[in-house]
């Protein structure tokens, strides 16, 4: 079992950035794939960034990559994305998942899901 607390999210301008983090708690978080969703409201979750149980390997949508990091402390049981140049169309409730199989981007793959955290960039 694991629970998972997003914080970080906030009200921005277009160009700043934000770093959101994703506590979680539970003993099998090492053990867990990890990703990042977003739902911008009239639309689908749609995938944003995967990374592997260790780290050493992460997934990005294509249209983020280079903007967006995706990372992870296993030691302090959190995730993190480091999202850069925020645009408008950035902003929605940013969600982190857990899977017991890294590299899926589809939401139906994640059994653990965060209560999310609103990001909200103005123009």
């Known amino acids: 079992q694991v629970q998972l607390v997003e914080s970080g999210g906030g009200l921005v301008q277009a160009g700043d950035s934000l770093r959101l983090s994703c506590a979680a708690s539970?003993?099998?978080?090492?053990?867990?794939?990890m990703g990042w969703f977003r739902q911008a409201p009239g639309k689908e979750r749609e995938f944003v960034a995967a990374i592997s149980r260790s780290g050493g390997s992460t997934l990005y949508t294509d249209s983020l990559k280079g903007r967006f990091t995706i990372s992870r402390d296993n030691a302090k049981n959190t995730m993190y994305l480091q999202m850069n140049s925020l645009k408008p169309e950035d902003t929605a409730v940013y969600y982190c998942?857990?899977?017991?199989?890294?590299?899926?981007?589809?939401?139906?793959?994640?059994?653990?899901w965060g209560q999310g955290t609103q990001v909200t960039v103005s123009s």
């Open positions: 539970g003993r099998t978080f090492s053990s867990a794939g």
């Open positions: 998942a857990a899977t017991g199989r890294y590299g899926s981007r589809s939401p139906i793959a994640y059994d653990y």
